[in-house]
C-alpha cells in the first residue's frame, strides 16, 4: 500500500521517506531526574515546569483527530441533493436517501435533506440527531500544492496558503498562550511516536504510544522485559517511596515532583491496561480506537489533560486513489466507532470536551478510472462535544457543476479551517488570543459553538 507521504497525487509510487524519531527530552532536576523515566526508553518525563501547581481551568479538553491522506469529503458527508454529484461519481457516488434501486446499506443516511452520510458513519448518527455534533463541508486551507506532505504541515502550523514563516503549531501556541497555569506532565498528549506538527513547540507537550509507558523504574530498568517484571516493580515503588520523602517542601521543585507524582499515582489508580469503559461503551479494536479508549482514560483521571492528539490512518488510510468503495467504508466506519464510542463512555464529560477531526484536504470531483479519486481541495471537518451547536452541516456551498468547480476539478474551499479552530479556541478552550495562534488571518465564526 502507498504511504501517504510519498504519494504524488495520481497514486503512483511513493519515495523512501525515513520516520525520525523524536529526541529525548530532559530529565527532571535533582532526585527525581535519577529515578523517573518512560518505560521502554523512548524519552524522559517531559520536562515539568518549576512553577506553582495548576489549578482548576474552565475550559474544554480538546482531542484532535487527523484523517491523514485526504479524506474523501464528497462520499462521507455526501451532497445527494446536487444532481452534480451523481454525475461526476456514477460508479463510486453514494446512492440518495430515496434511492429505491439500491439496497439501503448502500444509500446516504439523510442529514437535512441536501446531504447525507456515508452508511458507515451510521454510528455518528445518534449524536448528530441530539444536536452534538456538527458536520464542515466544503472546509480547508488555500493551499494549492495538493502534496500530503506540505497541505498537513501548513495546517498543523496553522496557515493559510504559503508554508513557512511560523515556528512551532497552532495547539502549542494555543497552549502557550491560553490563560491560567497547568503544570501536569500530560496536559497535552499524543498518542504517537512521534510528535505532531501542530504540537511542536509546546513544552508541556509528551508523545508516547501508550499509557504503559508513562511510568516509574529506575534507571538501568528500562527495556520492556526488564520494566514489566516483578523486580523492577518492586524498584518502582522503592522509587516512589523515596521521591515522596524528598519533595514535601514547599519551594518550586517540591511542587513539580509532587504534581509528578500525583499524575503517576492517577495513572496507577486507573489501570490504563484494564480501563474498563462506562454506559457499555465498546471500542473499536483498532489504532483509533485503542487511542480514544486511553484518552477517555486520562480524561476521567483528572490529570491536568487538556489537549489529545491522535492520527486515524488505519489499514488503508484515506489515500484512495484505487478501489475506494472497498476502502472507504472500513476507514469510515472505524472513525465512527471509535467516537461514538468516546462519546457514549464520557457520558456526562462530554460537556466539557470538544472532538475534532480533520484531514489535510478531499479528493477530487469526478471519480477516475480505477474507481477511485485523486487529490482535490476542499474536505470536511466532524465536530463533536456537549458545547458544539449540532444537528447542522456548516457551509457555503460552491456547487459541482463543471462551471463550479476549481481546476482541475475539485470543490472550492468555501470555509476556511482556521475559522472553525478559532471559534473552538475561543469560545471552547476560553483563549482570546485568536490572532496570536493564527497569525494574519480574521477569524469569521461561524456559531458551530454553543
Same mark, same amino acid.
Given at each position: 500500500?502507498?504511504?501517504?507521504?510519498?504519494?504524488?497525487?495520481?497514486?503512483?509510487?511513493?519515495?523512501?521517506?525515513?520516520?525520525?524519531?523524536?529526541?529525548?527530552?530532559? =530529565?527532571? %532536576? $535533582?532526585? #527525581? /531526574?535519577?529515578?523517573?523515566?518512560? !518505560?521502554? @526508553?523512548?524519552?524522559?518525563?517531559?520536562?515539568? *515546569?518549576?512553577?506553582?501547581?495548576?489549578?482548576?481551568?474552565?475550559?474544554?479538553?480538546?482531542?484532535?483527530?487527523?484523517?491523514?491522506?485526504?479524506?474523501?469529503?464528497?462520499?462521507?458527508?455526501?451532497?445527494?441533493?446536487?444532481?452534480?454529484?451523481?454525475?461526476?461519481?456514477?460508479?463510486?457516488?453514494?446512492?440518495?436517501?430515496?434511492?429505491?434501486?439500491?439496497?439501503?446499506?448502500?444509500?446516504?443516511?439523510?442529514?437535512?435533506?441536501?446531504?447525507?452520510?456515508?452508511?458507515?458513519?451510521?454510528?455518528?448518527?445518534?449524536?448528530?440527531?441530539?444536536?452534538?455534533?456538527?458536520?464542515?463541508?466544503?472546509?480547508?486551507?488555500?493551499?494549492?500544492?495538493?502534496?500530503?506532505?506540505?497541505?498537513?504541515?501548513?495546517?498543523?502550523?496553522?496557515?493559510?496558503?504559503?508554508?513557512?514563516? =511560523?515556528? %512551532? $503549531?497552532? #495547539? /502549542?501556541?494555543?497552549?502557550?498562550? !491560553?490563560? @491560567?497555569?497547568?503544570?501536569?506532565?500530560?496536559? *497535552?498528549?499524543?498518542?504517537?511516536?512521534?510528535?505532531?506538527?501542530?504540537?511542536?513547540?509546546?513544552?508541556?507537550?509528551?508523545?508516547?504510544?501508550?499509557?504503559?509507558?508513562?511510568?516509574?523504574?529506575?534507571?538501568?530498568?528500562?527495556?520492556?522485559?526488564?520494566?514489566?517484571?516483578?523486580?523492577?516493580?518492586?524498584?518502582?515503588?522503592?522509587?516512589?517511596?523515596?521521591?515522596?520523602?524528598?519533595?514535601?517542601?514547599?519551594?518550586?521543585?517540591?511542587?513539580?515532583?509532587?504534581?509528578?507524582?500525583?499524575?503517576?499515582?492517577?495513572?496507577?489508580?486507573?489501570?490504563?491496561?484494564?480501563?474498563?469503559?462506562?454506559?457499555?461503551?465498546?471500542?473499536?479494536?483498532?489504532?483509533?480506537?485503542?487511542?480514544?479508549?486511553?484518552?477517555?482514560?486520562?480524561?476521567?483521571?483528572?490529570?491536568? =489533560?487538556?489537549?489529545?492528539? #491522535?492520527?486515524?490512518?488505519?489499514?488503508?488510510?484515506?489515500?484512495?486513489?484505487?478501489?475506494?468503495?472497498?476502502?472507504?467504508?472500513?476507514?469510515?466506519?472505524?472513525?465512527?466507532?471509535?467516537?461514538?464510542?468516546?462519546?457514549?463512555?464520557?457520558?456526562?464529560?462530554?460537556?466539557?470536551?470538544?472532538?475534532?477531526?480533520?484531514?489535510?484536504?478531499?479528493?477530487?470531483?469526478?471519480?477516475?478510472?480505477?474507481?477511485?479519486?485523486?487529490?482535490?481541495?476542499?474536505?470536511?471537518?466532524?465536530?463533536?462535544?456537549?458545547?458544539?451547536?449540532?444537528?447542522?452541516?456548516?457551509?457555503?456551498?460552491?456547487?459541482?457543476?463543471?462551471?463550479?468547480?476549481?481546476?482541475?476539478?475539485?470543490?472550492?474551499?468555501?470555509?476556511?479551517?482556521?475559522?472553525?479552530?478559532?471559534?473552538?479556541?475561543?469560545?471552547?478552550?476560553?483563549?482570546?488570543?485568536?490572532?496570536?495562534?493564527?497569525?494574519?488571518?480574521?477569524?469569521?465564526?461561524?456559531?458551530?459553538?454553543?
Amino acid at each position: 500500500m502507498n504511504d501517504w507521504l510519498g504519494c504524488d497525487g495520481s497514486g503512483n509510487e511513493p519515495r523512501e521517506i525515513e520516520n525520525i524519531p523524536m529526541a529525548r527530552r530532559a =530529565l527532571l %532536576g $535533582g532526585a #527525581l /531526574a535519577s529515578l523517573v523515566w518512560w !518505560a521502554r @526508553g523512548k524519552t524522559a518525563l517531559a520536562g515539568v *515546569a518549576l512553577a506553582p501547581p495548576p489549578r482548576q481551568i474552565e475550559r474544554d479538553i480538546l482531542v484532535v483527530i487527523f484523517m491523514r491522506g485526504g479524506a474523501d469529503g464528497l462520499n462521507l458527508i455526501v451532497p445527494h441533493g446536487d444532481d452534480d454529484y451523481h454525475k461526476n461519481r456514477p460508479t463510486i457516488g453514494v446512492a440518495a436517501p430515496k434511492n429505491k434501486i439500491k439496497n439501503a446499506k448502500d444509500r446516504a443516511l439523510d442529514l437535512d435533506g441536501f446531504f447525507g452520510f456515508h452508511p458507515a458513519l451510521e454510528p455518528l448518527k445518534p449524536f448528530y440527531d441530539k444536536g452534538k455534533l456538527a458536520l464542515v463541508q466544503a472546509c480547508g486551507s488555500f493551499d494549492q500544492s495538493r502534496s500530503h506532505f506540505e497541505a498537513m504541515a501548513l495546517m498543523e502550523h496553522g496557515q493559510g496558503s504559503t508554508p513557512g514563516g =511560523l515556528s %512551532g $503549531g497552532w #495547539l /502549542a501556541r494555543h497552549l502557550s498562550s !491560553a490563560p @491560567g497555569h497547568n503544570d501536569s506532565p500530560l496536559r *497535552a498528549v499524543a498518542l504517537s511516536n512521534i510528535m505532531p506538527e501542530s504540537l511542536r513547540g509546546a513544552t508541556s507537550a509528551t508523545a508516547l504510544n501508550s499509557l504503559d509507558d508513562f511510568r516509574l523504574i529506575l534507571p538501568g530498568a528500562g527495556s520492556k522485559e526488564k520494566a514489566e517484571n516483578e523486580r523492577a516493580q518492586q524498584n518502582a515503588q522503592r522509587a516512589r517511596q523515596i521521591l515522596s520523602s524528598l519533595y514535601e517542601g514547599d519551594d518550586a521543585v517540591a511542587h513539580a515532583g509532587r504534581e509528578t507524582l500525583a499524575v503517576l499515582d492517577s495513572l496507577r489508580r486507573l489501570d490504563p491496561k484494564n480501563y474498563k469503559p462506562a454506559h457499555a461503551a465498546q471500542y473499536p479494536d483498532s489504532e483509533i480506537g485503542r487511542g480514544l479508549r486511553q484518552v477517555a482514560c486520562l480524561i476521567k483521571g483528572d490529570v491536568g =489533560l487538556e489537549a489529545a492528539c #491522535l492520527d486515524h490512518r488505519g489499514p488503508f488510510l484515506w489515500d484512495t486513489h484505487v478501489a475506494q468503495n472497498n476502502l472507504l467504508p472500513a476507514q469510515a466506519a472505524d472513525l465512527a466507532k471509535g467516537m461514538a464510542a468516546f462519546a457514549q463512555d464520557l457520558g456526562n464529560e462530554l460537556q466539557n470536551v470538544t472532538i475534532i477531526a480533520m484531514t489535510e484536504f478531499g479528493r477530487r470531483a469526478a471519480e477516475n478510472s480505477g474507481f477511485g479519486t485523486d487529490h482535490g481541495r476542499a474536505g470536511v471537518m466532524f465536530l463533536l462535544g456537549g458545547g458544539i451547536k449540532g444537528g447542522k452541516v456548516y457551509t457555503k456551498w460552491p456547487g459541482l457543476s463543471p462551471d463550479d468547480l476549481e481546476a482541475p476539478g475539485d470543490l472550492k474551499v468555501t470555509v476556511d479551517y482556521r475559522d472553525i479552530l478559532g471559534e473552538i479556541v475561543a469560545k471552547r478552550l476560553k483563549n482570546e488570543n485568536v490572532k496570536a495562534i493564527f497569525p494574519g488571518h480574521e477569524s469569521k465564526f461561524w456559531g458551530v459553538t454553543a
